[in-house]
């Protein structure tokens, strides 16, 4: 009998497992962080949320509210996690499947989001056909400008950052406030900020702080036609014009964000379907 056929190396040979650890602790320590980050996130915007008691009355109320996104990313990134570091770590093929699906599916998600930004943005005449129309789901949240603080402070933080005014995918996005109930120039309106922007619709220098009536009257009526007002001191670009300019400027630096948030989901499921196979492989030893 030769050393290569000895009694010892055929049992270690037979021994062996299929199960490469590399990948299993790899996988699960990936997935317990996850974990641990949405049960944070899960946490946090639930308190939040208990905290000012919030109501959800439509579809916008949760898009434009942060606390109800974390809520609701943290409570999915923290069931999958489970799955994935459970499955894991058990070997459970029937946990790892789940992960594996749910994960592939929330990547096709985002490409077909990408896809849908692509389509918004540089084939008008397809969205039209499509019917993709967000501004007019966005329009909504400009109705709702002061019925919640969480909605106004997100929408004041998108004019400053952006330079726009307004959610319209269009040059004159200001025009926007003529739906809201404060801003309006109705005659029926006594609000003080009749025929106004909001102060974070206005253009700041460098270390300058906002001057609360520096969009004041610039959507004043004449003969149901906004007047030729000043509208020098403030942004008139809507926000989703906005982002498209800022998409086109900086597409590289997108790109490559893109890539640096999809190449890690792949190799995530290429290792979850990796370890389903090896651990299908070695059951297959014990029959």
């Given at each position: 009998m030769t050393q290569m056929d000895s009694p010892r190396r055929r049992l270690t040979r037979r021994e062996r497992s299929e199960v490469n650890i590399c990948v299993k602790y790899l996988l699960f320590f990936e997935n317990f962080i996850a974990w641990l980050v949405g049960l944070i996130c899960l946490s946090l915007g639930a308190y939040i949320l208990v905290l000012k008691k919030k109501v959800i009355r439509d579809a916008i109320d949760f898009i434009l509210d942060p606390a109800c996104v974390i809520t609701v990313a943290g409570a999915l990134m923290f069931l999958l996690?489970?799955?994935?570091?459970?499955?894991?770590?058990?070997?459970?093929?029937?946990?790892?499947?789940?992960?594996?699906?749910?994960?592939?599916?929330?990547?096709?998600?985002?490409?077909?989001?990408?896809?849908?930004?692509?389509?918004?943005?540089?084939?008008?005449?397809?969205?039209?056909?499509?019917?993709?129309?967000?501004?007019?789901?966005?329009?909504?949240?400009?109705?709702?400008?002061?019925?919640?603080?969480?909605?106004?402070?997100?929408?004041?933080?998108?004019?400053?950052?952006?330079?726009?005014?307004?959610?319209?995918?269009?040059?004159?996005?200001?025009?926007?406030?003529?739906?809201?109930?404060?801003?309006?120039?109705?005659?029926?309106?006594?609000?003080?900020?009749?025929?106004?922007?909001?102060?974070?619709?206005?253009?700041?220098?460098?270390?300058?702080?906002?001057?609360?009536?520096?969009?004041?009257?610039?959507?004043?009526?004449?003969?149901?036609?906004?007047?030729?007002?000043d509208i020098s001191n403030i942004y008139t670009k809507g926000c989703l014009k906005a982002v498209g300019d800022w998409i086109n400027t900086h597409s590289l630096v997108?790109?490559?964000?893109?890539?640096?948030?999809?190449?890690?989901?792949?190799?995530?499921?290429?290792?979850?379907?990796?370890l389903i196979d090896q651990v299908k492989a070695q059951k297959s030893k014990w029959r």
């Amino acid at each position: 009998m030769t050393q290569m056929d000895s009694p010892r190396r055929r049992l270690t040979r037979r021994e062996r497992s299929e199960v490469n650890i590399c990948v299993k602790y790899l996988l699960f320590f990936e997935n317990f962080i996850a974990w641990l980050v949405g049960l944070i996130c899960l946490s946090l915007g639930a308190y939040i949320l208990v905290l000012k008691k919030k109501v959800i009355r439509d579809a916008i109320d949760f898009i434009l509210d942060p606390a109800c996104v974390i809520t609701v990313a943290g409570a999915l990134m923290f069931l999958l996690a489970f799955f994935g570091c459970m499955g894991a770590l058990r070997e459970n093929t029937t946990f790892l499947k789940i992960f594996y699906y749910i994960t592939t599916l929330c990547l096709l998600g985002e490409i077909v989001l990408a896809i849908l930004a692509f389509i918004f943005y540089y084939a008008p005449n397809v969205r039209d056909q499509m019917n993709l129309f967000p501004e007019k789901t966005f329009k909504d949240a400009i109705v709702k400008y002061r019925d919640d603080p969480d909605m106004q402070n997100l929408i004041d933080s998108f004019q400053q950052s952006l330079g726009c005014c307004g959610l319209s995918n269009n040059d004159e996005g200001y025009k926007d406030w003529l739906t809201n109930l404060y801003f309006n120039c109705s005659s029926e309106n006594k609000s003080p900020e009749r025929c106004s922007v909001p102060p974070s619709c206005c253009k700041l220098e460098p270390g300058e702080k906002i001057n609360l009536l520096c969009g004041g009257n610039v959507l004043k009526l004449t003969d149901n036609k906004i007047q030729e007002n000043d509208i020098s001191n403030i942004y008139t670009k809507g926000c989703l014009k906005a982002v498209g300019d800022w998409i086109n400027t900086h597409s590289l630096v997108i790109g490559g964000a893109a890539l640096g948030v999809l190449l890690p989901q792949i190799f995530i499921i290429c290792m979850s379907r990796n370890l389903i196979d090896q651990v299908k492989a070695q059951k297959s030893k014990w029959r």
